[in-house]
């Protein structure tokens, strides 16, 4: 049989909600899959490794192997229009799509429930895995092996990613934090994620994107290793962006804008950081999809 797997990109924290809050946004890891005697797969990102070597291959193999199944082989034709180690959730879409190749391939019947916890378990954290999974904004916990998460699935704005040529390691990005707050600062830093949370269920953007770059558990300690991230910062706001914060691990920032202003914010930032990528996104509504 022959079917697709598509998973979008996305991008977490959203200045508070550090491991919690995620969206999906409409950027897209896509698997072409037809079963055939032998593996063989052809992922532009992995260039000349192995199948066996394969992080996709490697994550449906793990997976059938925790269900107890082992996978048919198939040809996999992976392409992807999610950049890489850019804070975009690229990991986390493999992941999700190893996942479901497994699923697929294994006879494995997984609930979206167990993908999820299954996902989790090998991201560490819910925050990207969630929404490439399900969609939509995911305000999510992971809690003695078992996810508790909420979906806002429309948010009446647009998103700007600033892209830079650069790439910065999840696990470097996240050496630079504090080990210990204490508690005045975790109440403060609880108190900016409520409101955000709070705001962003009430359809008050002005507010969330106040909170959004209020953050204290990340922003500022990731700040030093964020090209541009004042100018991006400023330059949004001064042309009417809501809030703009960093993707995920970095080095991408995201910025949140009302429709009607979007153009306007990218000419703007288009003329002060001439070598990014900037891409105009809009929120995912439908996570994983799989065509026959
Ligand atoms: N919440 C994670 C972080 C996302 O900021 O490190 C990247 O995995």
């Known amino acids: 049989s ?89 990991s ?18 997984l609930t979206a429930e167990e993908k999820l916890t299954d996902a989790t378990e090998i991201e560490g954290h819910p925050d990207n895995v969630a929404p490439a999974l399900l969609g939509g904004l995911i305000v999510s916990t992971y809690i003695d092996g078992e996810v508790d998460w909420l979906k806002i699935d429309q948010l009446h704005l647009e998103l700007i990613a600033l892209i830079p040529e650069v790439e910065l390691k999840t696990k470097a990005a996240r050496d630079v934090l504090p080990e210990q707050f204490s508690i005045a600062d975790a109440a ?33 300690h990731r700040k030093p290793l964020i090209p541009n991230y004042d100018l991006i910062q400023r330059t949004a706001k001064e042309h009417g962006a809501y809030g703009t914060v960093i993707s995920g691990a970095g080095p991408t920032m995201m910025s949140f804008v009302p429709s009607d202003r979007r153009d306007k914010i990218i000419a703007a930032l288009e003329e002060v950081l001439p070598d990014y990528r900037l891409e105009s996104l809009k929120m995912d509504v439908g996570g994983l999809t799989v065509e026959q």
């Not at 986390?92 to 019947?109: C, K, M, P, R």
């Not at 709070?198 to 500022?220: N, Q, R, T, W």
């Open 188 to 220: 403060l830093g609880s108190g900016i994620g409520n409101v955000t949370v709070a705001a962003l269920v009430s359809g008050d953007y002005e507010l969330a994107g106040k909170m959004m770059e209020k953050d204290i558990f990340h922003e500022p």
């Open 2 to 90: 022959s079917f697709m797997i598509r998973v979008p990109a996305s991008s977490a924290n959203i200045g508070p909600g550090f491991d919690s809050i995620g969206l999906a946004v409409d950027l897209y890891l896509t698997l072409e899959v037809t079963e055939q005697a032998d593996w063989e797969f052809i992922s532009p990102s992995a260039g000349d490794v192995p199948f066996e070597e394969n992080f996709i291959y490697l994550i449906a193999k793990q997976t059938a192997e925790k269900h107890g199944k082992s996978l048919r082989p198939a040809r996999v034709e992976e392409t992807t229009s999610i950049p890489l180690a850019r804070g975009l959730g690229s």
């Open 92 to 109: 986390a879409a493999a992941i999700v799509a190893g996942i479901e190749l497994a699923n697929q391939l294994g006879g494995l019947d």
